[in-house]
């Protein structure tokens, strides 16, 4: 019996979907190692957007703006988890768990809307997306990072991370990423917005 065959005709499905997702020009994605306890199937895409300084660079500073690429806008991943027996936990077969991380403006740190602005980003993003789903949970944080000694002077850094979960309603889950690209491409602050999200003023310029 070959390895293939031993794949639930489910997994089968949902990842033939993931194939199917039609996610934005400006998403990176790639395919990553799947972890290996959390159930006995699954598939792991990370993403990642990045973008260009505004201002144009010349000389020894263009030079050195093409060694060190674009600047990295928001980064996240992307897990798909399959029980065939079932989970209790999850409510279901599959499970769905994501992270997305990204900087903002340092003064918008410690704005305390940062939390629900970002949950609010993932809950419409799923029903502008009509991407069934139930038993969602997650947590938002804002975390501030400063540099000393010789790192001083280094600009303080606010980011927003995401961690999320939801349980999809079957093995069809193409509208769940593209949902989820979606919410990456938001938190790296790109336009347009769907209408009726929320979104973070005074976003990071490069």
């Not at 690429?69 to 897990?79: D, Q, V, Y």
């Not at 979960?165 to 336009?191: I, K, N, Y």
Request: glycine share 8%.
């Amino acid at each position: 019996m070959s390895a293939l065959t031993e794949v639930p005709s489910d997994f089968l499905t949902a990842l033939g979907t993931l194939r199917k997702a039609h996610c934005r020009s400006e998403l990176r994605l790639e395919e990553l190692p799947a972890p290996s306890r959390l159930a006995p199937f699954a598939v792991a895409l990370g993403a990642e957007v990045t973008g260009r300084p505004v201002r144009p660079v010349h000389g020894p500073a263009a030079m050195a703006a093409a060694q060190a690429g674009p600047p990295e806008l928001a980064t996240g991943r992307f897990i798909l988890l399959h029980d065939p027996d079932g989970s209790a936990l999850w409510d279901g077969t599959f499970r769905i768990v994501t992270y997305i991380r990204a900087q903002l403006e340092a003064d918008m740190g410690n704005d305390a809307m940062l939390g629900s602005v970002a949950w609010a980003w993932l809950v419409e993003a799923l029903e502008g997306h009509a991407a069934p789903y139930r038993s969602a949970g997650g947590t938002a944080t804002r975390i501030l990072s400063e540099s000393y000694g010789t790192l001083s002077g280094r600009q303080d850094s606010r980011d927003i991370e995401l961690r999320a979960s939801w349980t999809p309603a079957g093995a069809d889950v193409q509208a769940h990423l593209e949902a989820w690209s979606d919410m990456v491409c938001t938190f790296a602050g790109l336009p347009p917005l769907p209408e009726g999200v929320l979104a973070l003023p005074n976003r990071r310029r490069n």
